[in-house]
């Protein structure tokens, strides 16, 4: 009881302690015996063998970026072989082609949270959020294999994280820093997105539709047309 009466104490008082939680949990369950068992995977497998054989093409399966992504990790394993249905070779390098789904399934664990907390939700809810994400079984399952739901997800998450942070930085800080941080990293993430599969590209339309309802917002808002544009010229 003591330790728990801890934790709810030490989460609101320290706003990473949750996130890091969440993090490390989902690094173990997407982690733990990566390389197995092994699973048809045959069917993304071909083009990252061209990809690692330094063999580019376009193909009318989807955008190239997402398969890219996937061969990157076999290539820095410095290991090549035959991807056949069901059964893998010594040399081909299992672990590392499906380390950056499942380090992107587990970043979009606190991701989550992060998006329920950006959005003025209690810590309850945005714990509960990530905890859903934390043992939701298609997504543990997918993102431990070469597959590119798990990078789609993240990126799409990304995307929206990086808007929300760039609209609460123009309530506070507007053409700050941070400001311009978020916003370059809104349109990479959605260009992601789109490079993965063309269903990135609802992510980029919800995105935009978000931003066109708060520029007209800004637009109607005549206090801020007031400081913005009268007040200059009134000192004058």
Known sequence: ????????????????FTPVIALS?????????LASPSF????????LSFYMKRIFFLDG?????GHMLLALGGRLSRRSGPLTPRQYSSNVPVW?????????????VPMAYQIIRELGFSHCAATGAALLMLIENALITQSRLMLLESLLIFFNLLAVLSYLKFCNSQKHRPFSASWCFWLV?????????????YMGAFTYLLVL?????HAWLLIGDRTLSNVGAGSSHRGT
């Not at 690094?27 to 733990?32: K, Y």
């Open 96 to 108: 590392s082609l499906r380390l950056l789904p499942a380090l992107a399934g587990a970043l979009s």
């Open 185 to 197: 990293l809104t349109g990479v993430a959605c260009s992601c997105a789109v490079g993965i599969k």
């Open 25 to 33: 949990g989902a690094l173990v369950d997407r982690l733990i015996s």
């Open 61 to 65: 399966s989807g955008p190239p970026f």
């Open 209 to 213: 539709g978000v931003a066109a309802v």
């Open 1 to 16: 009881m003591l330790s728990g009466n801890l934790l709810l104490q030490l989460a609101p008082a320290c706003p990473l």
């Open 40 to 47: 048809d995977e045959v069917y993304y497998g071909q083009y």
